[in-house]
Every structure is written in structure tokens, then in C-alpha cells.
């Protein structure tokens, strides 16, 4: 085992300071912490059951900002080991996780944790996955390392109202026109953004569950979508309901769920999957029934106008505004962020290239998703930052949201036929994009897995010499 990095003393060398009481209300009592000269290795806690519920600590709080399942359970496990103790087992599912560890001269100790609120907040991620790089490189005294935990949780950055509702806005207004939309079909979709943002937040603060918040939001959308086209607002009511309705597809949901399955976390996965099926059913009943409401009401609306024929530059600076309106949405912040927009552009300008060389629309998605998988990890090398957050940025535009939408339209007219030859081809555009994601990813993280084992060998190989 490789020797660890020597603690810095300034700021870790007080062992035995009192702090405030430990989080999920373990016992406070100081516990003596060996150095790692002492041990030949790692530093080496007398209290396992401390180090476990610290690591699974963090694993929460990673959980709930929307980190991945295997990045969960890999930092549980490398906190773990950078303290000495190689036998420990992590399973991880959406809002639940199961620890244990098993120390040489003790019993075996167990943690359960239930993460009831799970957001997507990209920053934590961020800042908790360089959290856990520092305390596997350091390996500060494990009450020291819960006080930087809780400075780290203190540092996490959050949009306030006003610029959250700007994201809203840009998403819809930007999909508006990336869709075939005019400007008017952007300010108006901008409006129905709003108003799903004011249904998610007030949901939220009532802790509705995500089907009652996704049928809300649908409904309040494609209602007010109608209703303005009808009051002359707006030119295509189908355009503006797209460019809102981006904001409540699980597409990303769709591609984490097929992610952990082929990563072998199978319960994970139809865990994931089943809340993909259950928003889309939300989406499409509140949809339809705004649909048939607003019929009742207004009429039908003769005829929508033909969409625009924008140009590849105007549908890659249509999607990039409602990329950085996603990136407030999921609270991007920092330097990245122009990473992330040139990422969505990469993504757009990919796929459509392909369809014009003649390959065939999954196909192309599918590259599309490849080359954003790739961008992604390679940015998150450079950048020494989770690959999640170039991803899910080069993603949104190969979201198919308008073939969700003619979907559910389609359902609303009762013409069976025509939603599901829609219904399928959407479904099979989402799953090219998934499978380019995870051919990619997969393929960086054997690259990863054969470096390690590389370097191992090599680090023997030196020992046995010696």
C-alpha cells in the first residue's frame, strides 16, 4: 500500500480539539488517531465506526446535489482505504445507502442512510468530489475532516430566485427557437418557462411528489401555451409548448438509468427507469388534459404555421442559450461554464453533420452523444472537475423534446397510430443517446482501471528489486 501524504501540520495537527456535535448524531467522544509513520502506511483510526460514518457523510451530500451511483459508492469506499482499512462493501440506490466495514482487530460496523431530498445541484458535486480527492491525499484526524465537510457544505453556491427564473426563461426561449420558432414563439415560450418554474418551486415547497409536480408544470405549460396563441401572442403553439416542456423531460434521468444498469447497479437502474416512466406518464396527462381543456375553451386552433428553417448557426446560438439557461437551472457556477456551452455546441453541430452526410437519425444521435461523452471526460481531466457537468450541458440539445411533445399531442387527439410510431422513434433517439454516453464513459473508465493496475505492478516491481 502507498504511503500517505504527509498531514499538513498547521492545520490538521491538533488531534484532540472539541467540536460541534458529529452529524446523524453519532457520539462526539475524541478517539486517538495513530500517524502513518507509526503504522508503515495509511493513518489508521481506533474508531472504524467514526471513519464509516464520516465517509458515508459525504456520500449522502453527494447523493443528494445528483451525483452518480458509482461515484457514491467509489468515494465511500476511497475515504475508507485512505485510512487503512481495505475490506469495506457500499450499495448504493436512489435515495437509500448501505455501508459496512470490516477492521482486522474488530467487529464488523454497518451504516444505513435514508436521502430523502435529492436535487440536482452540479456545484456540490463539484466541490464534494475535490473534497474527497483532499482528504484521501491528506488524511486529516476524522473529526477535523467532518469540520472541513461542513465548511465544504457551507461553500456550496446556490442561484437565488431571480437568476433561477432567468434559467426558465432561457430554457424555454432558447428551445423555442432551436425548435423551428420564431421570436415571439421564444418570448412566449419564455413566459410558460416561468410559470413551470413557479409550479417546481411552489411543488417543492410543499414536497409534492415528482408526479404531481411534473402533471402540474405540464398542464400550467401547454395551457398557457394555448392560451396565448389564441390571444395572438404567439405564432405556434406547438413551439412554444416545446421549448417549456424541455424543462420537465427526464432525458438525463433516462441516460443515469441506463448507465447503472449496463454498470452492473441493476436496482439502481430500474429504480431510475420506473421514475423516467412515471414523469413521462405525469407529462403526458397534464398535457393532454391542458390540451383538451383549452379546446373546450377556446376552439381549435386552425392550423399552426410552418416552422422556420433556421440556420445551423442559429439553432447552435438557440441552443447554447438554453444550454446556460439548464446550467442556472441545475446551479452551474465558476469558470466551467463556457466549457459546458461549447460542449453543447460541439454536440449540435456533430449530429447534424451526420444527418447530412445521409446516417440515419439514431445513428447520428448517437455519435452526437459519443463525441459529448468524450469532450466531457476529456475536459474533466484537464480540469481536474466530474465529467457530470460537461455531460449533461453537451447533452441538452440531443434531448428529443419535440418528439416527446408531437407524442403526447397525439395522445390528446386519441390518433393511437401516429403517437406510437412517434413515440417509438423518440424512444429509440433517447436510447442512442444513452448507448453513446456509455460507450465512451465505459471506455475511459477501463483506461482508468488499466493505469491503476499499471501502476501497481510497477510500484512491486520496485519493492521486490529493493
Same mark, same amino acid.
Given at each position: 500500500?502507498?504511503?500517505?501524504? %504527509?498531514? =499538513?501540520?498547521?492545520?490538521?495537527? &491538533?488531534?484532540?480539539?472539541?467540536?460541534?456535535?458529529?452529524?446523524?448524531?453519532?457520539?462526539?467522544?475524541?478517539?486517538?488517531?495513530?500517524? $502513518?509513520?507509526?503504522?508503515?502506511? &495509511?493513518?489508521?483510526?481506533?474508531?472504524?465506526?467514526? !471513519?464509516?460514518?464520516?465517509?458515508?457523510?459525504?456520500? @449522502?451530500?453527494?447523493?443528494?446535489?445528483?451525483?452518480?451511483?458509482?461515484?457514491?459508492? #467509489?468515494?465511500? @469506499?476511497?475515504?475508507?482505504?485512505? *485510512?487503512?482499512?481495505?475490506?469495506?462493501?457500499?450499495?448504493?440506490?436512489?435515495?437509500?445507502?448501505?455501508?459496512?466495514? #470490516?477492521?482486522?482487530?474488530?467487529?464488523? +460496523?454497518?451504516?444505513?442512510?435514508?436521502?430523502? &431530498?435529492?436535487?440536482?445541484?452540479?456545484?456540490?458535486?463539484?466541490? +464534494?468530489?475535490?473534497?474527497?480527492?483532499?482528504?484521501?491525499?491528506?488524511?486529516?484526524?476524522?473529526?477535523?475532516?467532518?469540520?472541513?465537510?461542513?465548511?465544504?457544505?457551507?461553500?456550496?453556491?446556490?442561484?437565488? /430566485?431571480?437568476?433561477?427564473?432567468?434559467? *426558465?426563461?432561457?430554457?424555454?426561449?432558447?428551445?423555442?427557437?432551436?425548435?423551428?420558432?420564431?421570436?415571439?414563439?421564444? !418570448?412566449?415560450?419564455?413566459?410558460?418557462?416561468?410559470?413551470?418554474?413557479?409550479?417546481?418551486?411552489?411543488?417543492?415547497?410543499?414536497?409534492? =411528489?415528482?408526479?404531481?409536480?411534473?402533471?402540474?408544470?405540464?398542464?400550467?405549460?401547454?395551457?398557457?401555451? +394555448?392560451?396565448?396563441?389564441?390571444?395572438?401572442?404567439?405564432?405556434?403553439?406547438?413551439?412554444?409548448?416545446?421549448?417549456?416542456?424541455?424543462?420537465?423531460?427526464?432525458?438525463?434521468?433516462?441516460?443515469?438509468?441506463?448507465?447503472?444498469?449496463?454498470?452492473?447497479?441493476? /436496482?439502481?437502474?430500474?429504480?431510475?427507469?420506473?421514475?423516467?416512466?412515471?414523469?413521462?406518464?405525469?407529462?403526458?396527462?397534464?398535457?393532454?388534459?391542458?390540451?383538451?381543456?383549452?379546446?373546450?375553451?377556446?376552439?381549435?386552433?386552425?392550423?399552426?404555421?410552418?416552422?422556420?428553417?433556421?440556420?445551423?448557426?442559429?439553432?447552435?446560438?438557440?441552443?447554447?442559450?438554453?444550454?446556460?439557461?439548464?446550467?442556472? *437551472?441545475?446551479?452551474?457556477?465558476?469558470?466551467?461554464?463556457?466549457?459546458?456551452?461549447?460542449?453543447?455546441?460541439?454536440?449540435?453541430?456533430?449530429?447534424? /453533420?451526420?444527418?447530412?452526410?445521409?446516417?440515419?437519425?439514431?445513428?447520428? +444521435?448517437?455519435?452526437?452523444?459519443?463525441?459529448?461523452?468524450?469532450?466531457?471526460?476529456?475536459?474533466?481531466?484537464?480540469?481536474?472537475?466530474?465529467?457530470?457537468?460537461?455531460?449533461?450541458?453537451?447533452?441538452?440539445?440531443?434531448?428529443?423534446?419535440?418528439? !416527446?411533445? *408531437?407524442?403526447?399531442?397525439?395522445?390528446?387527439?386519441?390518433?393511437?397510430? #401516429? $403517437?406510437?410510431? %412517434?413515440?417509438?422513434?423518440?424512444?429509440?433517439?433517447?436510447?442512442?443517446?444513452?448507448?453513446?454516453?456509455? !460507450?465512451?464513459?465505459?471506455?475511459?473508465?477501463?483506461?482508468?482501471?488499466?493505469?491503476?493496475?499499471?501502476?501497481?505492478?510497477?510500484?512491486?516491481?520496485?519493492?521486490? =528489486?529493493?
Amino acid at each position: 500500500m502507498k504511503k500517505a501524504k %504527509k498531514t =499538513n501540520k498547521s492545520e490538521f495537527s &491538533n488531534k484532540n480539539t472539541p467540536t460541534a456535535e458529529a452529524p446523524f448524531g453519532v457520539s462526539t467522544a475524541v478517539h486517538s488517531v495513530e500517524s $502513518a509513520d507509526s503504522k508503515g502506511g &495509511n493513518a489508521a483510526v481506533t474508531n472504524p465506526e467514526e !471513519l464509516l460514518d464520516f465517509a458515508v457523510a459525504v456520500a @449522502v451530500r453527494l447523493q443528494s446535489c445528483g451525483a452518480e451511483t458509482y461515484r457514491v459508492e #467509489e468515494t465511500v @469506499v476511497r475515504i475508507i482505504e485512505a *485510512y487503512g482499512i481495505d475490506k469495506s462493501d457500499v450499495f448504493v440506490i436512489p435515495g437509500s445507502i448501505f455501508a459496512g466495514l #470490516e477492521d482486522e482487530n474488530g467487529p464488523v +460496523y454497518s451504516k444505513i442512510r435514508r436521502v430523502k &431530498n435529492i436535487d440536482t445541484v452540479l456545484d456540490g458535486v463539484e466541490l +464534494y468530489s475535490a473534497f474527497c480527492r483532499r482528504i484521501c491525499a491528506e488524511t486529516p484526524p476524522v473529526r477535523q475532516a467532518r469540520q472541513l465537510l461542513r465548511e465544504t457544505e457551507k461553500s456550496i453556491r446556490k442561484y437565488k /430566485l431571480p437568476i433561477a427564473y432567468l434559467g *426558465y426563461f432561457l430554457i424555454a426561449a432558447g428551445f423555442a427557437v432551436f425548435f423551428g420558432g420564431t421570436l415571439r414563439d421564444a !418570448l412566449g415560450s419564455g413566459l410558460c418557462g416561468i410559470a413551470v418554474g413557479l409550479c417546481i418551486q411552489g411543488m417543492g415547497f410543499l414536497h409534492a =411528489n415528482p408526479f404531481f409536480k411534473t402533471f402540474v408544470g405540464g398542464f400550467v405549460l401547454a395551457f398557457a401555451a +394555448y392560451s396565448l396563441t389564441v390571444l395572438g401572442l404567439c405564432d405556434n403553439a406547438d413551439v412554444v409548448s416545446i421549448g417549456a416542456i424541455m424543462i420537465l423531460v427526464p432525458g438525463f434521468l433516462f441516460t443515469n438509468s441506463l448507465r447503472d444498469i449496463i454498470y452492473g447497479d441493476t /436496482l439502481s437502474g430500474i429504480n431510475r427507469l420506473v421514475q423516467v416512466v412515471i414523469i413521462a406518464i405525469a407529462l403526458v396527462v397534464g398535457t393532454s388534459a391542458a390540451f383538451g381543456l383549452s379546446r373546450q375553451i377556446f376552439g381549435t386552433i386552425a392550423g399552426s404555421p410552418q416552422l422556420v428553417e433556421h440556420s445551423l448557426a442559429v439553432q447552435c446560438i438557440a441552443g447554447m442559450v438554453g444550454t446556460l439557461g439548464f446550467g442556472l *437551472y441545475l446551479n452551474m457556477h465558476g469558470s466551467g461554464i463556457p466549457y459546458c456551452l461549447v460542449g453543447s455546441i460541439i454536440s449540435w453541430v456533430v449530429c447534424c /453533420l451526420c444527418m447530412r452526410a445521409g446516417i440515419g437519425e439514431a445513428t447520428s +444521435y448517437l455519435i452526437a452523444a459519443a463525441v459529448s461523452s468524450a469532450y466531457a471526460e476529456i475536459m474533466a481531466r484537464i480540469r481536474k472537475f466530474p465529467a457530470i457537468a460537461y455531460l449533461m450541458a453537451a447533452l441538452v440539445p440531443l434531448i428529443p423534446g419535440a418528439g !416527446l411533445y *408531437y407524442t403526447m399531442d397525439f395522445i390528446s387527439r386519441s390518433q393511437m397510430n #401516429e $403517437a406510437w410510431a %412517434k413515440g417509438s422513434a423518440t424512444a429509440a433517439i433517447a436510447g442512442a443517446v444513452a448507448v453513446g454516453v456509455l !460507450l465512451v464513459s465505459t471506455a475511459f473508465r477501463m483506461w482508468g482501471v488499466y493505469k491503476k493496475k499499471r501502476a501497481a505492478a510497477k510500484c512491486g516491481a520496485q519493492t521486490d =528489486n529493493r
